[in-house]
């Protein structure tokens, strides 16, 4: 076993043409969202033994080329040498203004798998992958846990159909699938950007922004997506704020293409929808989270569509149990460059902020 994993490594390490170099043991960090910890030094399937996240510490062992050798859990692990760092790259932050204290922003994430216990649970169709949560490090704790869902990103979720209402009910609405239906794709792959981007690449790229914000502003964060792909349907997500978060915020562009602003998926005028339960027991805080976040985007200086809400009957608004909203940032023909998704995020932050009173 040994010998057939060193060689793999010194196969890879002659290829890439780079000399041998040991260390000792001394520490190295992660320096990228999601890293893989292998039981071998090759990309495959099956040899994952952990994976690690951003600003994570590990202990190098030995250093291979494209392969580096770091203990986890007490085991030899391979890991690519290009996403380590000598410094922590979450470096070290300004002391908070208010506060006066220092800390890092966040501590390494616990990954949060589905239980097969939790309510709705078995309507979900995609639910291997795990979502990860992360502890706020400011002496400012909220005490509450922000769900954020980048939206989008599972893939093979566009060919799979969930139930849409849990008691099996039609759609009182349109949307991605028309009214009357009772079955809706697990999770469609989402809009193109008239500029060729995928939505999904964008609600990732805000997600993340937006997960730096809130853990500094004092907020645990319970990450849905960090990378291209989760095996997470929306039911699923859905599922995991309920029983992990205060609020679930799905992060969204809409398929329109006139830049028309930003809103929130209200919870249809419906009698009959909001008699069903969860519905019944939350859709009001449903719309005070939409409300809330609409006005913290206006306030940011985002621009708005309309009255800053259309009504939706979505899969998520169905079976939420916490206070849950679809937010759409905008459409195909928004602006979505790093500074305008820097502003987005203060905007749902300080609409967050709001919500919880603070
Ligand atoms: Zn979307």
Redesign the pocket.
Known sequence: MGGRLASAALAICLLAGNAQAVFAGDTVYVNCDVLRCRSSAEIKDGNIVKNVYYGDKLERVESKGEWTVVMVNGKKCYVSSQYLSASNPKGTPAPAAASGNSGTASTGGTQISVSSDWKYADFSKIKSGSAVLYKTASSARKNKTVCVNA??GTSGGGSVKTQCHPDGTPKVTGGTTGAGATEAAAVSS??TFNDGTA?ANV?LALARILKEKLLSEGYDVLMIRESEDVQLDNIARTVLANNKADCHIAL??DSTANDKGAFYMSVPNVDSYRAMEPVASHWEQHNRLGEALVQGLKGAGVKIFSGGSMEMDLTQTSYSTVPSIDIELGDKASDHSAGTLNTLANGLTAGVNAFFGN
């Open positions: 939206g989008h989402g809009m939505e609600t969204h562009w």
